[in-house]
């Protein structure tokens, strides 16, 4: 009986090295354009062609993809939203859609410039 258990241990710590090996050995993944930029932002709506301008909503900014965020609002006026971002010179921006995403890491790499649903808005990570 002893001898039954020992063969059923080991076959199973057999079954299980390899699994161990593979999970140490997955590389981790490279951060790309929304690891740069995900984050919580603070600061105001500017200009609304559906409202009025509003201080103080945040901004939070997660990412969803390879390169793809997804931005949301703790303003109702502002529709939840994904973008999918780009790297041109200096600044990461909006690779495609009607949603404008800027940040220019060379000026002010905190300052996020945002257009959705026709509002603007001006916010700076915190």
Not at 90 to 117: M, Y
């Amino acid at each position: 009986m002893r001898a039954y258990w020992i063969r059923v241990l080991t076959l199973l710590l057999a079954a299980l090295l390899p699994a161990s090996a593979a999970i140490a050995a997955t590389p981790e993944r490279k951060p790309d354009l929304a690891d740069m930029v995900a984050g919580t932002y603070e600061g105001d709506i500017i200009s609304d062609a559906r409202g009025s301008s509003k201080s103080g909503v945040t901004i939070t900014v997660v990412r969803s993809g390879k390169n793809v965020v997804e931005v949301s609002c703790d303003c109702a006026r502002i529709p939840k939203v994904q973008i999918p971002l780009e790297k041109a010179m200096d600044a990461i921006l909006a690779a495609s859609g009607p949603h404008v995403f800027l940040i220019d890491t060379a000026r002010d790499p905190r300052r996020l410039s945002l257009t959705i649903d026709d509002a603007s808005l001006s916010v700076e990570r915190q």
